[in-house]
Structures are given as C-alpha cells and as structure tokens.
C-alpha cells in the first residue's frame, strides 16, 4: 500500500511540474513567442511591482498609491532570456513620461535597464515601444513599467514579443 501511495505522489508531482512547464507557471502563460494582456480578465500575466496598488476594470489596469517612482507592473519573462524582444504598453498617466524597463540577474546581482521612454496624457493612452535582448544567463527576467514621478498610472495592454527565431534557453518547445 505504501508503494503505490509513494508511486501515486510521484505521478502527481510529475503531472504537476509538466503541466506548469507547459505554461510557464502560475503568473506568465506564454503563447507561442508572445506575452499579451489586456486586463479583460482572461488571463493574468502581470503581477504587483513595488508599493502599490493595481486595479483592473473595464479593461484598464490602473496603478495608484505609488511610493517610489519605480512601483507599478510586472511581466515575468524568464521564458524569453537569450532572446531580443519588442515591448509594446499602451499607457496614460500625468507622470511627465512612462518608462518601460527590464529587470533581471546575473550570477546575483540585478541589473536594470530602460526598454523605452514615451511621453503621455492624463486623458488619452499612448503607445510606448522598445526593443531589448535579455542575456542569456539572466535569471528572474521582468519587464516592468514605471515612470519618474509617483502619480498614478493607468495600462490598457501590454505585449511582450521575441523578435526574430526563439532561442529556447530553458529547453521547452513553444508552439
């Protein structure tokens, strides 16, 4: 009896450990060679950076009680190290500008760099767009978006998209 309980454990880990391979885990699901969320409720990719707080309605993410101009929104993208990526948020806020950047390690030590800088309106979304390529030995790769004051933000969509062919760095197969 203890055999099989042992074996039917090992089943289920197994499954387990499958089926979050398959899907990137628990907060980023990858399709293919792209990140999308739209804040429509069908997915959540995102997760809280910082000290803030996030509220999704209506199809808007909107980022309020910044602390520090850095807090806002994560997208984990692990799955895309080794790879040059296209960055696209649709954005508005009445911070003079709204930054996208990449957060990620190496050996240790984090390293932070800006994807790109768009200027934006209180009242109307703007595109904000760059491209960047994630080290191959980077861990805990993010992009996140922030800007350089602590008003508040509000993100329509966010798409995270490799460029060119994947290159698979952490040995599972993207359809």
């Given amino acids: 009896m203890r055999k099989r309980l042992v074996s039917v454990v090992a089943l289920v880990l197994a499954a387990a450990c499958f089926l979050c391979s398959c899907t990137g885990g628990a907060l980023t699901k990858v399709t293919g060679t792209v990140i999308e969320e739209n804040f429509d409720g069908s997915t959540k990719y995102y997760r809280q950076n910082g000290d803030c707080k996030i509220t999704v309605k ?57 994807i790109a800088e768009g200027n934006t309106l209180s009242q109307s979304f703007l595109p904000v767009t760059g491209d960047i390529s994630i080290p191959a030995n980077a861990t ?35 359809v």
């Fill in 140 to 174: 805990n790769a993010v992009v996140y978006v922030e800007a350089g004051d602590v008003m508040d933000i509000t993100v329509r969509s966010v798409r995270i998209e490799v460029k060119g062919d994947y290159n698979d760095q952490i040995g599972r197969a993207h």
């Fill in 58 to 114: 209506d199809g808007e993410a909107t980022i309020t009680d910044r602390k520090t101009s850095n807090a806002g929104i994560e997208f984990p993208c692990d799955e895309f190290r080794g790879n040059d990526i296209m960055v696209t948020a649709s954005v508005k806020s009445e911070n003079p500008f709204v930054r996208l950047s990449l957060r990620y390690e190496i050996f240790g030590n984090t390293s932070y760099v800006t």
